[in-house]
């Protein structure tokens, strides 16, 4: 999973708090990260119709839908794509002692093992909904720890 996930998730987690849209830039310079990175992954958010960009001077982003609606999966899914984690390539049908295709109708034990880790992986992030993310982070931090983000993004640059 890329570093953007991450990012992603804490991009999602903060929208949840905010009323008007939230910069790019400062989204970024909230998390220190890279601006151009940050924006990518804010592009990707944006395409898989989690976030949505407004225009304008007061612009930035916020989320097209309900955080109780947007999954962990949904995000890593919008930055790293639908695809399996694990992609088998066949490596037992090659080498000196290599299996016939014949002999190789079902899958080995290493990716029925991948497969059922990737089913589980998925479900497991399915269940977690970004709403929950941010109900923990205000457990975790107390109950203003969003609102006061909330409040630094809205401030001017120059200001607090």
């Known amino acids: 999973m890329s570093g953007g996930v991450e990012w992603a ?9 905010v009323e008007e849209p939230a910069s790019a830039a400062r ?15 804010l592009q990707a958010l944006s395409r ?12 930035g982003y916020v989320l097209t839908r309900s ?7 949904d995000v890593v899914e919008a930055v ?35 497969a059922g ?3 589980a992986w998925r479900e497991a992030l399915r269940s977690v909904s970004v709403a929950d993310l941010a109900r923990d982070v205000n457990s975790d931090y107390g109950p203003g720890a969003l609102a006061g983000i909330s409040a630094w993004l809205s401030a001017t640059e120059d200001g607090p």
């Open 27 to 41: 989204l970024a310079q909230l998390h220190d990260v890279s601006p151009s990175y940050l924006a990518k992954q």
């Open 67 to 73: 955080p109780e609606l947007i999954t962990v999966l």
């Open 117 to 119: 880790a990737e089913t």
């Open 48 to 59: 898989a119709g989690l976030v949505h960009s407004v225009q304008g001077k007061a612009g």
């Open 80 to 114: 790293d794509g639908p695809g399996p984690a694990f992609v088998c390539t066949e490596i037992r049908q090659r080498g000196p002692m290599a299996a016939s295709p014949q002999s190789c109708t079902a899958p080995c034990a290493i990716k029925r093992a991948m």
């Open 9 to 17: 998730l804490h991009c999602c987690v903060v929208l949840t708090s």
